[in-house]
């Protein structure tokens, strides 16, 4: 059954003779004058199912954009099952080679699973009209035939989150494409359901689709894929079967060499007296269960874990954007929290209002009585937070969205400061920005620290973890592992990823 | 790009400060206005007389009104079509409940004409509310929410009266439309004001800032605390009862309500909005800017008018400068703010 199917759909070669399903050779990829991938060549055999890892920024998401038409190399050749890639524009000859299931929803939801499936090559009946009927039975017979458990008739928008996967796996394979890329795709399923998925990738490749899966969760790579190639700052360095790779080698290939050693761990102030904030028995919905912690003024801890790990949404919960139960108190009633939410283009910078209006708009009840505002006094808050914190603009009425990167985010911090908080909560804080603006960002929260501020860093960005006196590890909702000022970061990576109970058990 | 640090914020020459402060774009319409009124010199001798220049301004006191209204929800990045209806709908209802003679349309309540004014006024503010309640409350597509609600409050203008216009009302109801102070209609001084007091507010207020926060980037504002949904809401409210004085003021002016009061001045009001600066997106632009986009308007209307073109080619024309100066200020009003 599964045969006739594969050989019915459009294949790119005659035969079944080339050996990889993807090969890459010296494929270099730069964005301006920053280069996020050097030469990496390597080749999936067909079949394989390859773990493709590497933590943020290691350049995974620009490879799979090149491997899939979506971006050109700035150097070197992609090959799919044994031919050159096809041109960048020809879309319809890529996906008939290449697919790949992002996160986000690629599926119509106002349409049906049926005609998700045969979008833009519907069977037409005699008059050249959409045969409804024929539709429904061939989406019907295709999903039964790949073990593919959803009813076709079912409107996209009411499909849960393992069926809209398997959606895509089937439009996928429909289209013709023998090679998967799967992104992320347990980041949302349930146990049972990554199980499932598991069971349907291995009857896949069993009919001989090639996956490479993309995955933070080391533990399910070592339960579905057979060989793995490491990113690492847009190098590969490293490509080999799993089997030759304890998890051990693999996290610290995904580390680097120089985390080894353990950092010099910054010198945090030992404080007594009242938590700046407490943190007790903390649950969100079903996300977040148990969490529990203290932060003391002038102490810096990061929380760290992958996305949807829930570390976001506590720091939600704790600027009060968000339902909670359990307690969370700052050490006086009305103590102020600053807050630098993750994603400064999506929830952060006010794009088209000046770098001083971003500055105060926390602090504008401040300014003047009745609501109103004197410019006067705005100017000289923001300017004196400008100066302090070395924001480059060309005047203060300057709109935000014009300066670079790295001072919208330390507009952001100001913002944050502007309200002299006791706590503050800063999340991803140096994200996308050069490491100039890095190093001063970071600088920044120490003097905050200095000057008794307590500061909670949520993050999975190691640089980020580094200057926090101690880290705490959330793995799906729950602290898992406290690290004190002796630790490394491959053993922080392991607890993130889920590893921590095998590491040390 | 050249990043500059700021040593002193302060302390330029002061006409280059000016020009910064309004950033060009407010003045872009300035040489079309200047464009339209040497037409209108030539056309027509009776133009620049103090007598039709007062005339344009009353005539488009109300228009400048709702400008101010819809303006105001354009900048939270939402929308609203029913304004012109409440334009019609409130002033109705009030002249409704005063005409006590039934057989010239009227409820036969007679109501005070004090208590009608504050009538007008709070309904408007309650079919805003409504609106917002819509739009903000149950999420509905503002377009399509604000349609259907102009189409109801359209029909139950019409059917209150059976269509009928009604005369006879008292002098108190018609006073902010009819009366003069110092030579200059109540209706000018009224706008003028609004455009002052809304002007201000929008630029040195909170609650001003935070609508143009609010239009830029919801998820932002939200996430910097500013209580988002509130404040959308509380502006319908206050754009139903701006709507409904400049229905208020049109009353007076004519003396009397039409059904038909406030019909097809939307689009006028988008346009004016929209030549003025304001961005449909949201969070973008002032009321200076529209007000010269209302003016435009208005001096065209009456160009057209005093040129004498056959009144059935006057829209056509309106339609055709509306184009031409949204495409001016393309080119003219989007580059100076990269200097």
């Known amino acids: ?505 | 790009m050249v990043d500059v640090a700021i040593a002193a914020p302060r302390g330029r020459g002061k006409s280059r400060a000016w020009v910064s402060r309004l950033q060009l774009r407010e003045l872009v319409l300035l040489p079309v206005i200047i464009l339209a009124m040497i037409a209108g010199a030539i056309v027509n001798p009776s133009f620049l007389t103090a007598d039709n220049l007062i005339n344009i301004l009353q005539q488009c006191s109300e228009l400048s009104i709702l400008v101010i209204a819809e303006s105001l929800i354009l900048m939270c990045g939402m929308f609203d079509l029913s304004l012109e209806s409440i334009v019609g709908f409130c002033p109705m209802l009030a002249a409704w409940l005063i005409v006590a003679d039934t057989t010239e349309g009227g409820s036969g309540f007679g109501l005070n004409g004090f208590v009608a004014i504050a009538l007008v006024l709070v309904a408007g503010a309650v079919i805003g509310a409504f609106n917002g309640f819509l739009v903000v409350r149950l999420k509905l597509n503002a377009f399509i929410a604000t349609l259907a609600m102009l189409i109801l409050l359209r029909g139950t203008t019409i059917g209150m009266t059976n269509g009928r216009t009604l005369f006879d009302l008292p002098p108190e109801f018609l006073y902010l439309g009819s009366a003069t102070w110092f030579g200059i209609p109540v209706s000018i001084w009224i706008a003028g004001f609004l455009y002052l007091i809304f002007g201000l507010l929008l630029r040195y207020h909170r609650l001003g800032r935070a609508l143009y926060a609010i239009g830029g980037n919801p998820e932002a504002a939200r996430i910097a605390g500013i209580p988002v949904e509130r404040i959308t809401w509380g502006v319908f409210a206050l754009a139903g009862l701006l709507a409904a004085l400049a229905g208020l003021m049109l009353t007076g002016r004519i003396a009397s309500v039409v059904a038909s009061q406030g019909q097809n001045l939307i689009f006028y009001v988008f346009a004016a909005a929209v030549i003025g600066g304001i961005s449909l997106n949201g969070g973008q632009g002032r009321l200076l800017g529209a007000l010269t986009g209302v003016i435009l308007l208005g001096i065209l209307q009456n160009v057209l008018t005093l040129s004498q073109i056959a009144a059935f080619w006057i829209d056509a024309a309106y339609g055709a400068i509306i184009l031409l100066s949204l495409i001016v200020t393309r080119f003219t009003g989007e580059a100076p703010r990269r200097a």
Not at chain 1, 106 to 129: C, D, F, K
Not at chain 1, 355 to 362: K, P, S, Y
Request: hydrophobic content about 45%.
């Open chain 1, 1 to 505: 059954m599964v045969s006739s199917v594969l050989s019915s759909a459009p294949r790119a070669t005659d035969g079944a003779a080339a050996a990889f399903a993807l090969k890459t050779e010296k494929v270099s990829r730069s964005f301006g004058p920053t280069r996020v991938l050097h030469d990496v060549s390597f080749s999936v055999p067909v079949g394989d199912s390859r773990a493709l890892v590497g933590r943020n920024g290691a350049g995974k998401s620009t490879l799979v954009a090149i491997v899939t038409g979506m971006l050109s190399p700035s150097a070197g050749v992609v090959e799919l099952a044994g031919l050159p890639a096809p041109a960048l524009g020809d879309r319809a000859a890529w996906r008939e080679r290449v697919a790949c299931v992002y996160q986000r929803w690629t599926v119509i939801p106002t349409l049906t699973v049926a005609e998700n499936l045969y979008l833009n090559s519907q069977p037409r009946n005699r008059l050249g009209l959409i045969g409804w009927n024929r539709l429904r039975e061939q989406a019907r017979a295709t999903l039964a035939e790949w073990g593919l458990d959803v009813e076709p008739d079912l409107m996209a928008s009411r499909l849960t989150v393992e069926q809209r996967q398997i959606v895509e796996i089937g439009r996928a394979l429909l289209q013709g494409s023998r090679l998967l890329i799967l992104d992320e795709p347990t980041a949302e399923l349930e146990r049972r359901e990554v199980h499932r998925l598991f069971d349907r990738i291995r009857h896949l490749q069993q009919s001989g689709v090639t996956f490479i899966y993309i995955s933070h969760h080391l533990e399910e790579i070592y339960e579905i894929c057979r060989s793995v190639t490491v990113l690492r700052d847009g190098l590969l360095v490293a490509d080999a079967p799993l089997g030759d790779m304890p998890k051990g080698a693999l996290v610290q290939a995904m580390v680097g060499a120089a985390a080894g050693a353990a950092r010099a761990a910054p010198v945090g102030r030992e404080t007594v007296g009242p938590a700046a904030l407490t943190v007790k028995d903390l649950a969100i919905g079903t996300l977040v269960q148990d969490v529990s912690f203290n932060l003391q003024p002038g102490e810096c801890m990061g929380l760290a874990g992958l996305a949807g790990s829930g570390k976001e949404e506590i720091g939600e919960a704790i600027i009060g954007l968000r339902r909670y139960k359990g307690l969370i108190q700052t050490a006086q009633p009305g103590d102020r929290i600053g807050y630098v939410p993750r994603d400064r283009h999506e929830r952060g910078i006010l794009p088209q209002l000046s770098i001083a209006e971003n500055l105060t708009v926390t602090v504008t009840d401040s300014f003047g009585r009745f609501g109103f505002i004197s410019p006067r006094r705005q100017n000289d808050r923001a300017s004196a937070l400008v100066r302090s914190l070395g924001i480059v603009s060309a005047s203060l009425k300057q709109p935000i969205s014009e300066l670079s990167g790295g001072n919208q985010q330390k507009g952001l911090m100001g913002r944050a400061l502007a309200s002299a908080p006791k706590v503050l909560v800063l999340v991803s804080p140096t994200q996308g920005v050069d490491i100039a603006s890095k190093e001063a960002l970071f600088g920044i929260v120490a003097k905050a620290q200095a000057e008794g501020a307590a500061v909670l860093i949520i993050s999975d960005d190691l640089d980020e973890l580094a200057v926090c006196d101690r880290v705490q590890v959330i793995f799906r909702g729950r602290l898992t592992r406290q690290f004190g000022r002796d630790r490394n970061d491959e053993d922080i990576v392991a607890a993130i990823e889920g590893l921590e109970e095998e590491q040390h058990g």
